[in-house]
């Protein structure tokens, strides 16, 4: 067992051995503004292959926003962002999606009208397009009704279509549930509007992970999950870390960033305000003053 089971001893190596990887990530003078709030204002940062970088910060910092920016989601106001030396600022979600950049969401984005298997499916043909505009009217039964079809028209157009591919497909998704162990593994035929919330949130790693992305963007993935489901969430991380994927990770929980980041990344007010080990990080003042001043 390298480093003699010693996970200090393999963080400090991991951490350091990805600084010699190349960048796969590059963000310069990223802004982004809502009517005038600057939400994003002027951050830049790299991500080396391999390597797992949390961005930490208060409601409201930017961090959901940063996401955004580099998953497509929205178009910047300026700055770079390059992946693997290609711009991608100002990209649709779709191509930054076909250049192998893959996310999640702060409130667990699965298609509920498609089942489990569906949705993962989309993932490894790196279909990810935005959620139906219906999610909130569920209530409805028209828009219900309007959901459905619309979902299911987004399975029949960027699902499997031959028999082969489709087989192809299932053995894929039979391996990415399998990472779930017997709690998604139960539930692949189910519709992903009947999962609890947890499951949800791995169904969407699942989503992301099956496209063997180069880039992962996780938002908030344990938000909402109580502890167990916490530590079963670190240990998946902890295996695709191991893997050597490169993650940039929105993350609340400290003793999880702690646990997986080579590099943390403190924003507040739209602006990074320290970077670098994790420990250092989490105890730099202004790090302790941004938290405390937005609790009073
Ligand atoms: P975080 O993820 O760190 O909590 P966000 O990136 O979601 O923060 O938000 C940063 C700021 O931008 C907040 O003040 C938020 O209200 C605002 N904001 C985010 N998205 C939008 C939007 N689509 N329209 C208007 N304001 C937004
Ligand atoms: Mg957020």
Redesign the pocket.
């Known amino acids: 067992e390298p480093f003699g089971g010693d996970p200090v001893a393999y963080a400090r190596h991991h951490r350091e051995a990805v600084l010699e990887e190349p960048v796969v990530l590059s963000v310069r003078n990223l802004t982004k503004s809502?009517?005038g709030?600057k939400?994003v204002d002027g951050i830049s940062f790299d991500l080396h292959q391999g390597e797992v970088v949390s961005i930490i910060?208060p409601?409201?910092?930017?961090?959901?926003?940063t996401i955004n920016l580099i998953s497509g989601f929205l178009s910047p106001d300026g700055g770079i962002i390059d992946v693997d030396e290609r711009s991608l600022a100002g990209a649709s979600a779709a191509d930054v999606s076909e250049q192998g950049v893959a996310r999640t969401f702060q409130n667990g984005r699965v298609f509920g009208a498609l089942t489990v298997d569906e949705n993962i499916a989309l993932g490894y043909h790196k279909k990810l397009v935005e959620q139906r505009p219906f999610k909130q009217l569920q209530r409805y039964p028209l828009l219900r009704w309007v959901n459905l079809l619309s979902e299911t028209a987004l399975a029949l157009v960027h699902g499997p279509k031959t028999r082969d591919e489709r087989a192809a497909v299932d053995d894929r998704v039979a391996i990415e549930v399998d990472r779930f162990r017997e709690r998604l593994g139960t539930r692949r035929g189910d519709f992903a509007y009947t999962l609890s919330y947890a499951n949800r949130r791995r169904t969407e790693i699942a989503r992301a992970h099956i496209s063997e992305p180069k880039l992962l963007l996780l938002d908030e993935p344990t938000a909402g999950m109580n502890q167990s489901e916490t530590a079963e969430v670190l240990e998946q991380l902890q295996y695709l870390k191991a893997q050597g994927h490169t993650i940039l990770l929105?993350e609340h929980k400290i003793e999880l960033v702690t646990a997986l980041s080579d590099r943390v990344i403190a924003?507040d007010g739209g602006r990074i305000i320290a970077q670098g080990e994790p420990d250092h990080v989490r105890q730099a003042p202004q790090v302790v003053e941004a938290y405390l001043g937005k609790r009073r």
């Open positions: 809502f009517k709030l939400a910060g409601n409201g910092s930017g961090k959901s926003t929105v924003m």
